[in-house]
């Protein structure tokens, strides 16, 4: 074997290496303590509609507390039914890891085609940023759709550009079949919010570079009927099974639900949340903590004829990521996630940004480089002493716990710093994502899941899950949050009023009732409280109480 061919070797151990590094971070990231914190209202429509999927076999027309819902596409009620199937039942694992292993994905996908456009050291830098990025860690733990979305409308990205540059024909024709593959899933996770999130940058990138001539390349005719028929079999499968059921008497109202869920809910005219024009000019300033110094830079970045040959791929990103943020910023519906499906081309962005700065330093003076560690060393420092100092004066029970991540923080920062000083890059850059790493680590196992605002459900659904015998009806009066309804395991139907709940009791059914709606009926002569849990449920940003009504008390209040 020649030296050359160890020297290759070497280099592809290396970097096989470094791959396995990266993807751990990202499983650490997307996964740590994953099941530890309990579900919140939004992930439970999900769980509850994959267990009533299983426990029915019906898989098109999905039920949540036995009512329709078809305000998302199915993607992940699939995905979530799919992996309780496997274990056995819908749990919490069953309801996150779906989003877990697409964010996994998500960084894969980042890996192979930022390499590919830009080499591996730069790819690696992105797929980091992305990985250590507040939308990754906090949508990787989420049960929600959104980090579904947000892969797929990633890889149409990612996969599109690679085909557009790539000049051998069946290589661009393998990755138009994964552009469309893609798009199509990206639309069952959660449609139509691809269609412009995808389209409106594509066309904005054509029509710049003139790329009209590309069009039939593209595989419009076969990736159009894979679209179709990925996209339109779900809808035309449920629109059959509702107008059997009914009569034939459902399409209208079908159509007019999906009219206002989408359309009516963009424009704002249904749940608008109320959030103004630039409410994503700085939302996506907090989904890309901790790295939010860089995204003025990177957006202003692309307009530096000093980048050379990059500039067109950072031109693409740009586009990808600004069209898709003034497109949302048009809708009168704003929520912070919406925007997501653009954070991993800002993360991209960032990561060509902090190579160059570390490594190149073609476009970023060592000068420059040197200064925002420094703000960077600086704003941590001042963080954790100010962190600290303020535990002592006001909290002084959470000293113990503010210190075990402060002091880390100032460890990273500190062994980042001496490594740079020294001219140590790859350890400078080991310092900070396996510094972060810990800090997350450490965030999450003494704050964000000891603290969490769903924590108070979980127990108190269990116990009435155990006083409640499974051949027993239990029904909620008013109210019940989606979370109860997910630990608790089985069907909860809500009424509405106090006569049906009269009725109920005197059925001897179980009425479930929290806040002032247990107030209400602990006041009427006519229930009985069969057990009290103080501090049930956090709703509406309160903690009230709980209290399960029945005929025959089989406990005293507690």
């Given at each position: 074997m020649s030296e050359n061919d160890l020297n290759k070797d070497s280099s592809t151990t290396i970097k096989a290496v470094v791959v396995v590094c990266v993807m751990l971070l990202s499983a650490i990231t997307s996964g740590w303590m994953l099941t530890a914190k309990p579900l919140g209202d939004h992930e439970?429509?999900?769980?509850?509609?994959?267990?009533?999927?299983?426990?029915?076999?019906?898989?098109?027309?999905?039920?949540?507390?036995?009512?329709?819902?078809?305000?998302?596409?199915?993607?992940?009620?699939?995905?979530?039914?799919?992996?309780?199937?496997?274990?056995g039942g819908v749990d919490d694992l069953a309801g996150k890891l779906p989003s877990m292993l697409l964010a996994m994905l998500s960084t894969a996908a980042i890996l192979y085609f930022v390499s590919r456009w830009l080499g591996f050291r730069t790819a690696v830098m992105a797929a980091l940023i992305w990985s250590t990025s507040t939308s990754f860690v906090r949508y990787g733990h989420s049960g929600r759709p959104e980090m579904s979305l947000t892969c797929f409308v990633a890889?149409?990205?990612?996969?599109?550009?690679?085909?557009?540059?790539?000049?051998?024909?069946?290589?661009?024709?393998?990755?138009?079949?994964?552009?469309?593959?893609?798009?199509?899933?990206?639309?069952?996770?959660?449609?139509?919010?691809?269609?412009?999130?995808?389209?409106v940058p594509l066309f904005f990138w054509v029509l710049m570079f003139k790329k009209w001539k590309q069009i039939p390349r593209m595989l419009p005719v076969i990736g159009g009927i894979?679209?179709?028929?990925?996209?339109?079999?779900?809808?035309?499968?449920?629109?059959?099974?509702?107008a059997q059921a009914s009569g034939g008497d459902s399409q209208a109202g079908f159509i007019d639900f999906w009219k206002r869920e989408f359309i009516d809910r963009f424009m704002g005219s249904h749940a608008a949340g109320d959030k103004p024009f630039y409410y994503y000019f700085y939302v996506m300033f907090q989904l890309m903590v901790p790295w939010v110094v860089f995204v003025p830079m990177a957006i202003a970045a692309p307009f530096y004829k000093v980048w050379g040959e990059k500039?067109?791929?950072?031109?693409?990103?740009?586009?990808?990521?600004?069209?898709?943020?003034?497109?949302?910023?048009?809708?009168?519906?704003?929520?912070?996630?919406?925007?997501?499906?653009?954070?991993?081309?800002?993360?991209?962005?960032?990561?060509?940004?902090?190579?160059?700065?570390i490594f190149i330093q073609k476009a970023h003076t060592k000068q420059l480089a040197r200064n925002l560690l420094l703000v960077h060393v600086g704003v941590v420092i001042a963080g954790a002493i100010g962190s600290l100092a303020y535990v002592v004066a006001v909290k002084p029970e959470m000293l113990r716990e503010t210190a075990f991540l402060a002091i880390p923080a100032l460890i990273m920062v500190a062994t980042a710093a001496v490594s740079f000083a020294r001219g140590k890059k790859v350890p400078g850059c080991i310092a900070i994502f396996g510094g972060y790493c810990i800090v997350m680590m450490i965030?999450?196992?003494?704050?964000?899941?000891?603290?969490?605002?769903?924590?108070?459900?979980?127990?108190?659904?269990?116990?009435?899950?155990?006083?409640?015998?499974?051949?027993?009806?239990?029904?909620?009066?008013?109210?019940?949050?989606s979370r109860f309804i997910h630990y608790f395991g089985r069907t909860v139907p809500i009424i509405g009023d106090m006569s049906e709940a009269h009725a109920e009791y005197n059925s001897d059914s179980w009425i479930i009732a929290i806040g002032a709606n247990m107030d209400e009926l602990a006041k009427d002569s006519r229930f009985e409280i069969a057990e009290f849990w103080?501090?049930?449920?956090?709703?509406d940003g309160k903690v009230v109480d709980g209290a399960l009504f029945h005929k025959a008390n089989i406990t005293s209040p507690n």
């Open positions: 439970s429509y999900v769980t509850i509609t994959a267990r009533e999927m299983l426990e029915s076999d019906d898989w098109v027309v999905p039920t949540c507390n036995g009512q329709l819902r078809l305000e998302k596409t199915p993607l992940n009620y699939w995905m979530t039914a799919a992996i309780g199937k496997i274990r890889i149409c990205f990612l996969s599109f550009y690679t085909a557009m540059i790539e000049t051998r024909r069946k290589r661009q024709v393998v990755y138009m079949l994964i552009f469309w593959v893609s798009f199509s899933l990206a639309m069952l996770a959660k449609g139509p919010a691809p269609l412009p999130l995808v389209t894979i679209f179709l028929a990925a996209v339109l079999a779900w809808p035309v499968l449920l629109g059959m099974r509702m500039r067109k791929v950072m031109v693409f990103l740009w586009l990808w990521f600004a069209a898709d943020v003034l497109f949302m910023s048009l809708s009168g519906g704003k929520r912070m996630h919406y925007i997501l499906p653009a954070m991993p081309a800002m993360a991209i962005l960032i990561g060509i940004l902090l190579e160059d700065m965030a999450f196992a003494v704050f964000l899941v000891p603290y969490s605002s769903t924590n108070r459900i979980r127990p108190f659904a269990l116990d009435v899950k155990a006083s409640v015998p499974r051949s027993d009806k239990l029904v909620a009066y008013i109210y019940m949050p103080k501090d049930a449920a956090r709703t």
